[in-house]
Each structure stands twice: as C-alpha cells, then as structure tokens.
C-alpha cells in the first residue's frame, strides 16, 4: 500500500509530509487506534530479544532521534514495533531552527538531505509531555546546544537541557555531530568533548538513578579522531556510541551533483551512507574490543542492512531515511528477515551476531556448535575520503 501512496507523497514538499505525519500519528493516538495498528505491525521472537547499557529490548531495531523531535509520538510509534526510539534532538531552550525549505530527498540515492537545525520546543516543553506519558519502550531523548550559544558556553548549555529531561528518559544522547548548527561538530575535538562529557558524566553520578549516557559521531572522521572518541569514551566511562550521524560529503550519489549543490547545505542520511557506517562500526567494536554498546545507523534499508551492522559490531541499530523510503511495515521486514539470517548463521539470539565479523573475535560460540571463520577488515582510514 504505502509503494503505491508513495508517488503521490513524494510529490510534496518533504517537511510538510513530515509535519503531516506527525499530526496523523497523534490522531491515531486520539483515537484509540494505536492497538489495532500494533496488530497489523506485530511480529515478536525471543530470539530478538537483547539487552546493551543496562536496557532490556524486545528487539533491536529503534528509531533515530530526527523523527519525532517533540516527543509527539510516544504512545503511537511503539505499534510500528520498534525495540526503542530516540526522540530530539532537542534543546534547552524552543528554537525555530534554520529557514525552509531545509529537508530535501534525494530520490535516485535513497537518501535525504537535511539541514533542520535543532528546530523544537525546548527541554521543558518536552519534560512536560514525557512526564504525562507513560512509556511503552525504552525512550532514549537526545540532546543539542542552542545556535545562539558559543562553544566556550556549551557545558552549560548541554547541562540545562540534560538536567530538565534526564528524569523522563531511559538514557540520554549527546548530539556534537549535526552538521546543521554552525561550530558544533568543533566540539567533537578531544579537549571540548573531554570536558563536556565528563561533566555531563559528574551530573549524571549526582542523581540517586543515574541514566546511560551515549555519544552520537559524524562519519566525516579520520582514524585518529575515532581513536580520540574510543579514549575519551574509557576514561569518561560512557555508557555507549552512536555511529553515526549524517555526512557532509557528497561523495558516491548517483544524482548529478549540479542538482544535488542546488539543493544547498546540510546533511545527508540514507543509503549512501550505509557502508561507510558499518565500516565506523567495525572500527569501533575493534578499537574498544567489544566493550562499549553501539548503535548503528546509517543507511538501513532492509534485514540484512541491519544484519550487516550488527555483525560488524553493533548491539543495536536504528532506522530512519528507510522508513521513508519502504513505509512503516519496514521495521516488521527487518525483524523477520532477522531471524531468518541468525537461523542460517547458526545463531540462537541477537546476541551472539554482535561482531561475529567484526574480526576481533577469534571464535564464537554458535548453536552448532562450529567455528568460522571471521571476514577481515581493512585497516586503512574509515573517514578520509570524508569532508568535515
């Protein structure tokens, strides 16, 4: 159904569809037909079950923060059977964001190009309605600094929206990675993001609850940079990495490059991104050997897209440019074919593909009990051929 729609819908503007949708999934929350949805979209199998930084997931399959920046949603996008969902990116104060128009897709690509701009209703707007709600899945709520707000004031900044939402939250994500808000991604530097985390680190320990605290990266950087994440990760103690983010590159799209620069700025999400994530996920997993959760996004379009980042190291993945792409039955395909891949691989959970060819494992323990052997991974930088 949602093949055919799709013609017509993509023929209006990308925000307005968005906004649309939104208002349409709190319609269905309105009125009562959140339920007969969870039976259309339901497939559950034990073997999805998983557990990373301390959660328990029915599945690992969840929504990236981008889609439902107000937390509008809570109740209604559990039917679609994510494991989870990420709300935000929001701020500590309502922002309007950049102007429009400012998401674009770029059809031929699979992809779509965003430069939004943290645009929301703030950190105690959003507390306000999380705390009405009672939360079906697990609700992570990632956060960002305000535009009008310089770097050296950041700690701050990140401090207030953490303080005022980390309550209502399962765990909380620190966004230095949008290429959207001038100067943010200079806080991915080793000495500014050291500092923040560590603070935001000291706040967390404060509460009688202490929340997981996960950083989410740009692909746009080198080895040496990710090895800077990897040691600031350890020595702050961070609960988990997201990887990643959207690229400033343009780098392999199909589309002709003219229309593309047409467009303008912003960040690109969805199939192009794919492989270059799952290749920071394989860095990852390898440089902290499989000791720190991480979340893959990027790209994932299908059951073995999801596969492919959970075997390359990551305990859980994220969807979102797919579900535009195929529809809301999509987060249903990938839990099927899911299971369907660890039964032809031998595996009897979710668990036990994490990393399986990341090659940092030299034997896995699998339902038959066989040990195979493990793909390779080049060594050579993940992220130059990226602008940051």
């Known amino acids: 159904m949602y093949k055919l729609l799709r013609p017509f819908l993509f023929a209006l503007d990308s925000e307005t569809i968005h906004n649309a949708a939104i208002k349409a999934g709190e319609m269905v929350t309105r009125v009562g037909l959140a339920d007969i949805l969870g039976k259309l979209y339901a497939y559950e199998d034990a073997r999805l079950r998983t557990r990373a930084f301390g959660i328990d997931f ?136 050291l500092a923040l985390l560590a603070h935001l680190k000291n706040l967390n320990g404060k509460l009688g609850a202490p929340k997981p605290i996960l950083l989410k990266i740009a692909p746009d950087l080198t080895n040496d940079a990710l090895d800077d994440i990897v040691e600031i990760v350890e020595r702050t103690k961070l609960d988990g990495i997201i990887a990643t983010n959207t690229t400033v590159s343009r780098e392999g799209l199909r589309t002709d490059l003219r229309a593309v620069a047409a467009l303008g700025a912003g960040g690109v999400s969805g199939k192009p991104l794919h492989k270059h994530s799952v290749a920071i996920v394989k860095y990852l997993y390898r440089r902290t050997e499989g000791k720190v959760p991480i979340v893959g996004v990027g790209g994932i379009f299908t059951a073995e897209d999801a596969y492919e980042m959970i075997c390359a190291g990551a305990s859980l993945v994220q969807i979102y440019t797919g579900m535009i792409y195929e529809g809301p039955g999509l987060v249903k395909r990938i839990k099927r074919g899911l299971v369907e891949l660890l039964k032809r691989d031998g595996f009897s959970n979710i668990a036990q593909a994490i990393g399986s060819k990341s090659n940092y494992c030299p034997s896995l323990s699998r339902a038959d009990g066989s040990d195979k052997p493990l793909d390779s991974v080049p060594t050579e930088s993940v992220g130059t051929s990226l602008g940051g």
């Open 58 to 193: 029915s599945n690992p399959v969840g929504l990236a923060a981008g889609f439902d920046k107000d937390a509008r949603l809570i109740n209604m996008l559990p039917a679609l059977g994510f494991g989870f969902i990420e709300i935000g990116t929001v701020t500590a104060r309502p922002q309007a964001g950049n102007p429009r128009p400012r998401l674009f897709r770029i059809t031929k690509d699979g992809a779509i190009l965003n430069r939004m701009g943290f645009n929301g209703e703030g950190a105690k707007a959003m507390r306000k309605r999380l705390s009405a709600l009672k939360k079906k899945i697990p609700v992570g709520v990632n956060i960002g600094k305000n535009k009008d707000v310089p770097n050296e004031h950041a700690i701050e900044n990140y401090s207030e929206s953490f303080s005022a939402i980390v309550s209502c939250a399962d765990y909380i994500t620190v966004n230095v990675s949008s290429p959207n808000t001038p100067g943010l991604r200079a806080l991915q530097d080793k000495e500014p993001l």
